[in-house]
Structures are given as C-alpha cells and as structure tokens.
C-alpha cells in the first residue's frame, strides 16, 4: 500500500480462495473494510501457482516488473520456480523482496508467524502492559507494520540504486528481525547493563512524568522530556517547592523516583477533571494529550485540517472511508486512485497478455519508464 500510494503500479497476485484479509469484518454489502483500507490503488489478478499455465503467467509477469515483493516461507518460491535464484541471471535489475517471519536463512528460518507471535518472540510483550500484570500484545499490529516500513523502505532504496545503474537484489525482510530493529531503547538498555526491560505501563524508563495520569474523570498523558518542562509541571500544579526535591533533580531522579512521583502529582491531578489540566497544560506548552478513543482522534481538527480521510469507493458503487497518506510532498497529498479491487478483477486484463508463447510485452507493462 506505501508503493502504491506514491505511485507505483501494483498487481496483488491471489490464490483462488483469495487473500484471507477479505473475510475479515467488518463487511459492507460483503466486501471487507479492513482489505479496502490496505488494497487501495492495486489491481488483482488470481493465478494458482501451482498450476503449469498460471505459474508461466506468473513468471512473464515477474520479468516485466521492477518489483517483486513476497511473504511466504523461505524456499516456497523456490520450489515454484519463481525464487530469486530463478530470475537473477535474465534479470539481474529485479528487485526481489521477501518478507517472512524469521528470515531467509538460519535455525528458525522455516518457521512461520504472525504479529502476535513475531512481538511475542522478540520481546515486545515482555514490555507492555503493567508492571504488575501480564505480557500484553501491542494493540497495533507493529511487527506487521514495522515489517511493512522497513521492507517499502528498502525497496525504494533499491530502484534508486537500479536507477543509477547498479544491480537489484534480493531483500531480506525478517518480522523477527525487523520488531528488534524498532526496539532501540529496550536493546541498548540491555546491552549496556545487561538488565531486562521492564513492563512500565504507560510510563518511560529514563523521563519523568512521563506518562498517563488520573484526572477526576478519566485519564490524560504528560511528556515532561526535559528539565524546563519539569519546572513548568510543578508550576502548574502548584507544586514549586518540588523543582529542588533531590529525588526529582535531574531527569534521571526524576526517572528512577517515578512511583514516588506519580503518587504526588497524581494526587494533585484527580482534583480537576481532564478539561482543566489539558487547558492549563496548553497554556504552559508541556506537550499534553487526552486519552484518545479512535473516534476522537479521527475526528480530531488536525485530521480534518491535513486531509487525511478520504472516501473510498467499494466495488458495487457503496462509499466508505479510510485514512489516506499521511505524507506530503511539497504541500500535495497522495490521492487514492482506485478503489481496492475485486478477487481476481485484473486477472483477463493480465491473462491476455502473459499467457502466449511467445510473451507480448508491449501489451501490458508493469514496469515504470525511466
């Protein structure tokens, strides 16, 4: 979806049954919200690989393209005919990419996985949740997604290399791999005392207040990251005489005596409702926010102002909405063009023109001109 929303042209090849993501509900008028909100701007085509005709489709296809991007098991491509290996020497430009749980080589490399196994091994859920209560799985599907960045990253990488006359490559893409990638702070923290992360709650090791807290009618998170927005907390909470407490001195202190901490200002905080601390909190500009359900933070006027939602058309003529692009160049948003496609509704267009003998490649082309 990242390629596609900055424009490349991208065929989603199916089996017959389909992508297991258009059964997922919620279902407008039987068409999956969550697929049309990941499948904008694609094209589908249906080809059964393991069937001689479709797999040579799939082969021509893969020789037009600059792209391919992968997620099954290492050495199911392979057996296919359709690896890396199959396609480097007559197209040694081909950006291959293949996106599996623990990567393409190595002792766990046959081994499948999903979000929540991928945060589960790679120590994720060690670090969400209470620090009195269990491993919780992020809410967001971040090894998914993280997976997903790094590999649209990669690859835009790599055209740029193609373009200046360099060879393709294949990219390696593990979710394993890529979930540890993000977890910067929990790694060098073990690294350099050789202690494990520990479960926080909504609280940062090394700031503080850092965290969510109880107002008198729900709860509000503050990110005092420095030693001025400290003094500036105390100040608004009529609390001054804490900026020289020696437990709160430094960021570290303030860090190491957080429990402390919270209990004081939280103290403080359940006298007034959210309304009030977020409105004094904005005066004095200590970054601030409410505890956002999904439908205030779409709703929120910095949505509607940057344009992010956008309609989208459902196969059928039916309307919906999705979060577009949060990206812009040059003050121009990413606009959708097309809406997400029906199982197979590209499959003639492509079948047509990859299932000859001789390929006729003039006929469709999946591959940008320089």
């Known amino acids: 979806m990242l390629l596609s929303d900055m424009g490349a042209s991208v065929i989603k090849v199916e089996p017959p049954n389909g992508d297991g993501l258009r059964q997922w509900p919620p279902l407008t008028e039987g068409f999956s919200e969550n ?25 021509r296809l893969v020789l037009d393209a600059d792209v ?59 670090v969400t949740g209470e620090s009195d209560g269990a491993p919780v799985k992020c809410g967001v599907p971040i090894s998914d997604f993280a997976s997903g960045l790094y590999a649209a990253f990669a690859v835009t990488s790599a055209l740029v290399r193609v373009r200046a006359g360099g060879n393709g490559a294949h990219i390696d893409v593990p979710m394993f791999g890529c979930t540890l990638g993000i977890a910067a702070l929990q790694t060098s923290e073990f690294f350099g005392t050789g202690l494990l992360p520990r479960r926080l709650g909504s609280a940062h090791p090394r700031n503080a207040p850092y965290q969510a807290y109880r107002a008198a009618d729900g709860f509000f998170a503050i990110a005092a990251g420095n030693d ?58 200590v970054p601030h926010a409410r505890i956002n359900s999904y439908d205030a933070a779409l709703g929120d006027p910095q949505t509607r102002h940057m344009g992010w939602i956008k309609e989208l058309q459902l196969p059928g003529g039916r309307t919906t909405q999705t979060f577009a692009s949060p990206l812009k160049f040059g003050g121009e948003s990413f606009e959708i063009r097309s809406r997400p496609p029906l199982l197979g509704e590209h499959t ?16 469709v082309s999946t591959r940008s001109e320089d």
């Open 35 to 59: 697929f049309a909100s990941l499948n904008r701007n694609k094209k589908s085509i249906v080809l059964d690989l393991k069937n001689d005709e479709d797999n040579d489709i799939a082969r």
């Open 68 to 126: 391919l991007i992968e997620n099954n098991r290492p050495g199911v491509m392979e057996r296919l005919g359709l690896g890396y290996p199959q396609f480097a020497a007559e197209r040694p430009d081909l950006i291959y990419c293949s996106i599996s749980a623990y990567g393409q080589t190595g002792p766990r490399a046959d081994e499948g996985g999903f979000d929540l196994t991928i945060q589960a091994a790679a120590g994720v859920m060690s």
């Open 228 to 285: 001025g927005l400290w003094r500036e907390v105390c100040r608004v909470v009529g609390r001054d005489y804490l900026v020289t407490d020696g437990r709160f001195l430094t960021t570290a202190d303030r860090a190491s005596n957080q429990h402390s901490l919270k209990e004081l200002l939280e103290a403080v905080f359940e006298t007034q409702p959210v309304d009030y601390w977020i409105g004094a909190f904005a005066k004095a500009r």
């Open 348 to 363: 003639k267009e492509f079948r047509d023109a990859y299932s000859r003998r001789q390929p006729d490649l003039n006929r």
